[in-house]
């Protein structure tokens, strides 16, 4: 992925399919939306964990607001890069 940021998970609500992320250099909060999260396992349930270590591409809403887009477990992402 280029331009790969890291961050956390400040929480995420499965039910209703969205939440937020904390960036690692960035002042506010980035909304993430499941169907930008990339599972390990494919045909897994795109689900995060508050307080997961994260890694994530910076992309823009239908309003053109920043979002979090090809979000990934950052273990899992290390692994896929090694």
């Given at each position: 992925?280029?331009?790969?940021?890291?961050?956390?998970?400040?929480?995420?609500?499965?039910?209703?399919?969205?939440?937020?992320?904390?960036?690692?250099?960035?002042?506010?909060?980035?909304?993430?939306?499941?169907?930008?999260?990339?599972?390990?396992?494919?045909?897994?349930?795109?689900?995060?964990?508050?307080?997961q270590?994260?890694?994530?591409?910076?992309?823009?809403?239908?309003?053109?607001?920043?979002?979090?887009?090809?979000?990934?477990?950052?273990?899992?992402?290390?692994?896929?890069?090694?």
């Open positions: 992925m280029d331009d790969v940021k890291t961050g956390k998970v400040c929480w995420f609500d499965p039910r209703a399919g969205y939440g937020f992320i904390s960036q690692d250099n960035r002042e506010r909060d980035l909304f993430v939306h499941f169907s930008d999260i990339v599972m390990a396992e494919e045909g897994a349930f795109r689900t995060l964990k508050k307080g270590d994260i890694v994530y591409r910076i992309g823009k809403n239908n309003k053109g607001q920043d979002k979090a887009i090809d979000v990934q477990d950052k273990a899992d992402y290390e692994k896929s890069q090694a």
